[in-house]
């Protein structure tokens, strides 16, 4: 996991399939690169490794088992993972499909992007 701690310069995974220009504006108003990248599990994966310090989908993001895995890694890694909201992941529902989002980060920087998100972290 990244120790950085600024948030200029540091790196923001965004997805390369469904880019999201409010999320390119918030990275931008941070200061943040960000870097298009397929698939969410490697995303988790380079921001766990620290390739990346955070890595965020806003709205409808698929299903709990695509993020299930990464939020278990990058965790266990000292990293932080909400929804959009603020908000643990709930693994616990009825419903798998994910309609609320992911922010996962290095920790350092996730307070800051929940802020930018429009959430009172």
């Known amino acids: ?5 600024e948030r200029r310069g ?6 390369r399939s469904r880019p999201s220009p409010r999320l390119a504006r918030i990275g931008a108003s941070l200061e943040m ?3 298009p990248v397929g698939s969410a599990g490697v995303k988790g994966a380079r ?3 620290g390739e990346a310090e955070a890595f965020v989908h806003l709205g409808t993001c ?17 990293g932080r993972v909400t929804n ?9 529902q009825r ?15 996730h307070d800051a ?9």
């Open 113 to 121: 992007l929940l802020a930018a998100i429009g959430c009172d972290p």
């Open 33 to 35: 690169t960000s870097l």
């Open 95 to 109: 419903e798998l499909r994910r309609d609320d989002g992911v922010v996962l980060s290095n920790g350092h920087v």
């Open 47 to 49: 921001v766990a490794c």
């Open 1 to 5: 996991m990244s120790e950085r701690r």
């Open 10 to 15: 540091a790196t923001l995974l965004v997805s």
């Open 62 to 78: 698929g299903y709990l088992w695509d993020i299930a895995a990464i939020d278990a890694l990058a965790q266990s890694a000292g």
């Open 84 to 92: 959009e909201h603020g908000a643990p992941i709930a693994y616990r």
